[in-house]
């Protein structure tokens, strides 16, 4: 079984771009599809973006849609996900999931292994 970590986050100010990374180890990380998620001070997880094991198929939450890429790199075991336009309600502790169907998905318990999480703060 995977094991992920994330790493990149940071401070920007709104209108701004930052890069977060996900490193896998331990497993067969092409097999699996992984998914972004984040989470505000007194809000439930929500989901951001995914990809497909492959990295052919990403999939957006409406609010990130045309600001957020989600990539990956099989050959490096990372998936990014690329933000832009940052904006004060992207703020939150962004967590990377891997789940073995494979699939883009938004649904949380699909996800098998959860990263500790990185930091992202946009300021306005």
């Known amino acids: 079984q995977v094991q992920l970590a994330e790493s990149g986050g940071g401070k920007v100010q709104a209108g701004g771009s930052l890069r977060v990374s996900c490193a896998a180890s331990?497993?067969?990380?092409?097999?699996?599809?992984v998914g972004w998620f984040r989470q505000a001070p007194g809000k439930e997880r929500e989901f951001v973006a995914a990809i497909d094991h492959s990295g052919d198929t990403p999939y957006y939450a409406d609010s990130v849609k045309g600001r957020f890429t989600i990539s990956r790199d099989n050959n490096q075991n990372t998936v990014y996900l690329q933000m832009t336009s940052l904006k004060p309600e992207d703020t939150g502790v962004y967590y990377c999931?891997?789940?073995?169907?494979?699939?883009?998905?938004?649904?949380?318990?699909?996800?098998?292994?959860w990263g500790q999480g990185t930091q992202v703060t946009v300021s306005s």
């Open positions: 331990g497993g067969t990380f092409n097999l699996y599809g």
């Open positions: 999931a891997a789940n073995s169907a494979g699939r883009p998905t938004s649904l949380k318990f699909m996800y098998d292994v």
